[in-house]
């Protein structure tokens, strides 16, 4: 059985090149236009910028919607898009577009942002680090998840989503090649239940020892 | 003051630590250049005096250096600055020519150095030029920008473009402080080192000191803004805030910066912020030479609240040193400001000086949440603010650029 590699990663953020937006039009334009790797930025990577506890919506277009375009109506269709529920981001970014067109056709007139409250696009690289902490036992799991950093539950179990082929967390993907006689089946289980999206890092990471937990308990 | 990288460890731990080191390994002996205009006084000489030598623990072939000028050449670049920030400033033709023979004159010294250079980080407008005469240049460049350039001064800024264009890749502190530029452009916010002395840990004694000498009182709240004497810091707003709570609360202000002296709108702001605080005895100007680390720092530890009520702002970094102080932050909800405070976690975001009263009023009735916002606003800083993540990034866009990495994610 190969040890699971318990990685942790950090961003580098660099600008898109996409004009900043200042109203809900300029918004459109530039969701339709920009890169994948933008949209993930804002819709996903949102999640290792800081670590407080209630942030009112998990993407930046719904934050900004409500913050600085003032349309809460926009701010909270747009907030519960989870983009992990969508099998590509192009569908991701179709969805958010019809949102956004749903709500130009019923403005009478269209939001704007005031100067200095645009809205930047961005992506960044992610830079991987080995922490040379090994697992070698699903029991195990729920200890070394408990003492991981944000970056690496981030790593292991949100961005692993978007690398192919499996398109799974990395715990998931290391029990189903590390399964003998259907024994993993429990834990692979429980981590489809967790309902990760609108969690921050930090209860994301309490929620994984629970569910985990509570397997080792009923043992 | 050269600080070991291992100093660090009990304060960001030893992961943080490791990663530099896997990524000082990746890059070891590579030959890291940076250019800046003084070697002393000023934010960029501070984060070099750090970065250099943390750069050559890390494994890394890395200098500083720095270009000599005569005055007229620092007053057409200190024009150039302002102009890059908005102002309307009038370079004539005499004034460019200065700059450019000034570039030369550096870059005869500098070209064996700048030639072989791997990476070569240039800092702010001052020595942009070099890389246009560096011609046989066979490193990656980039173009370190400290300043806020989104609404320059055209001219200024179309003479200039034309010198940072052929950069390899660009550096800003903050999405709004960029311009389009045709290469990669890094967002790497600044960042405080814990270990200075305007941040480090002071023993209570040097505490009280201070506290005597400035004639505080020790069983009142203390609010504290330190910032230059500049009317975007709205110094006279907080002293109008200030006397809307001591209405009622037994409140004390300290308003301490520098700037004054040779600076005639700072001593323009200054005359006003103290007829603003009359003979009022609970409010003190506080008017401080440029190397009052320590003294900045027990004012923000002695806060109770500190406020940083600009009405514009580049990044903060005074709001970032009193939130490592364990302070929450009462600030404008501008610039860099917003990064770092966030409403009812490490403080609150306000417009007018009424809305600074009511925040100050409010947390003064909530001591609890005086306490967990400045635990929450340190634990903060120490995730994102500090040295350790700064150098982390130059080091990852140093990998990136050098190795001409297109994919969107790195493994170290």
């Not at chain 1, 429980?190 to 009923?218: N, W």
């Not at chain 2, 460049?141 to 001219?155: G, V």
């Not at chain 2, 190795?403 to 790195?410: E, L, P, W």
Request: charged share 25%.
């Amino acid at each position: 059985m190969t040890p699971f590699q318990v990685k942790d990663c950090a961003l580098l953020a660099r600008m898109s090149g996409l004009p900043p937006a200042i109203n809900l039009r300029e918004l459109r334009e530039r969701i339709a236009a920009c890169s994948e790797n933008v949209l993930f930025h804002h819709f996903c990577e949102t999640t290792l910028r800081g670590t407080f506890d209630n942030p009112d919506y998990r993407n930046d277009f719904a934050v900004w919607s409500k913050l600085y375009l003032g349309d809460r109506v926009l701010a909270e269709r747009l907030g519960i898009l989870d983009p992990y529920e969508f099998s590509s981001l192009g569908e991701l970014r179709a969805a958010t577009l019809e949102v956004i067109d749903e709500r130009l056709g019923e403005s009478t007139m269209i939001p704007w942002a005031r100067p200095g409250d645009e809205l930047y696009f961005m992506e960044a690289t992610t830079v991987v680090f080995d922490t040379g902490i090994r697992i070698s036992r699903p029991r195990e799991f729920a200890a070394a998840i408990g003492a991981m950093t944000g970056g690496s539950v981030y790593y292991h179990f949100l961005e692993a989503r978007r690398r192919p082929p499996s398109g799974k967390d990395d715990f998931t993907a290391w029990l189903l090649e590390n399964d003998d006689g259907e024994k993993n089946r429990p834990y692979i289980e429980a981590l489809a239940r967790i309902d990760f999206y609108f969690h921050t890092l930090v209860h994301l990471r309490k929620e994984l020892v629970r569910v985990l937990s509570a397997l080792e308990e009923t043992k | 003051m050269n600080v070991p990288l291992g100093a660090y460890e009990g304060i960001v731990g030893p992961a943080v630590l490791r990663e530099l080191r896997q990524l000082g390994e990746k890059l070891a002996g590579i030959r890291v250049v940076h250019v800046n205009s003084t070697r002393e006084g000023g934010g960029v000489a501070e984060i070099l005096e750090w970065m250099t030598p943390i750069m050559k623990e890390l494994g890394l072939d890395a200098s500083w250096e720095v270009i000599n000028g005569n005055s007229r050449f620092f007053e057409i670049t200190k024009a150039i600055h302002n102009g890059l920030q908005g102002a309307n400033v009038e370079i004539p033709v005499k004034g460019w020519k200065t700059y450019e023979d000034t570039s030369a004159r550096n870059f005869k010294r500098l070209r064996p150095i700048l030639e072989e250079a791997d990476i070569v980080i240039i800092h702010d407008p001052q020595p942009a030029n070099l890389l246009r005469l560096c011609t046989r240049r066979k490193g990656k460049w980039i173009w370190r920008a400290h300043i806020d350039i989104s609404r320059p001064f055209r001219p200024v800024w179309k003479v200039l473009r034309s010198m940072v264009e052929p950069y390899d890749a660009s550096i800003f502190s903050m999405p709004q402080f960029a311009r389009p530029l045709p290469h990669p452009q890094f967002l790497v916010p600044p960042s405080i080192d814990p270990l200075s002395e305007k941040n480090r840990d002071l023993p209570s004694a040097e505490l009280e000191a201070v506290r005597s000498g400035y004639g505080l009182d020790p069983s009142r709240p203390l609010l504290v803004q330190i910032s230059r004497f500049d009317r975007f810091k709205d110094p006279v707003g907080v002293v109008a805030a200030y006397r809307m709570v001591r209405k009622v609360a037994p409140v004390q202000l300290v308003l301490a910066g520098g700037g004054a002296t040779d600076d005639p709108e700072g001593k323009a702001v200054l005359e006003d912020v103290l007829e603003a605080a009359g003979n009022d005895p609970d409010i003190h100007v506080l008017l401080l030479p440029p190397d009052a680390h320590k003294t900045i720092n027990a004012l923000q530890r002695l806060a109770t609240i500190i406020l940083q009520k600009s009405t514009r702002e580049g990044f903060g970094l005074t709001v970032t040193e009193g939130m490592w102080k364990g302070k929450p932050v009462i600030g404008g909800d501008v610039g860099g400001i917003r990064l770092q405070v966030v409403n009812h976690h490490t403080g609150f975001l306000v417009n007018t000086p009424e809305g600074a009263a009511h925040r100050i009023r409010y947390l003064l009735h909530h001591q609890e949440g005086i306490d967990r916002m400045g635990t929450t606003a340190r634990e903060f800083v120490r995730e994102n603010y500090l040295l350790t993540r700064h150098i982390r990034e130059y080091l990852t866009l140093m990998l990136v650029t050098l190795r001409d990495i297109k994919a969107n994610i790195v493994s170290v």
